[in-house]
């Protein structure tokens, strides 16, 4: 069984910083598509960024250039790190996964999901 864990959720002001942790148990990260999601109250839950099997990343247009997905393979762990925080930028953040070649954004392409970690930007 996969099992996906995140961390690093917070509250920060608009401009600054956080890094989002996802562990993963139960699969090697290198053999697993990963992205991360997030949903804000009442709106529908988005892809924000996507590493594949090749490493090959992806990025929602909203946080291109503010935003780094990376994965850490001694530690099985998928991080995003998020520059120059916006208001806009707040949810809840969720981690998922696919094996294989998953280069996609959309959460219909994922079946592996972790519980979430909530991220609070204030202007």
């Known amino acids: 069984e996969i099992l996906l864990m995140e961390s690093g959720g917070g509250s920060v002001k608009a401009g600054e910083s956080l890094t989002l942790s996802c562990v993963v148990s139960g699969y090697p990260t290198s053999r697993l598509s990963m992205t991360w999601f997030r949903q804000a109250p009442e709106k529908e839950r988005e892809g924000v960024a996507n590493?594949?099997?090749?490493?090959?990343?992806k990025y929602i247009d909203s946080v291109n250039g503010r935003f780094t997905v990376s994965k850490d393979g001694a530690k099985n762990t998928l991080n995003l790190q998020m520059n120059a925080l916006k208001p806009e930028d707040s949810g809840v953040y969720y981690c998922?996964?696919?094996?294989?070649?998953?280069?996609?954004?959309?959460?219909?392409?994922?079946?592996?999901w972790g519980q979430g970690t909530q991220v609070t930007v204030s202007s």
């Open positions: 590493i594949d099997t090749f490493d090959s990343e």
């Open positions: 998922a996964a696919a094996p294989g070649w998953v280069p996609s954004l959309r959460p219909r392409d994922y079946s592996i």
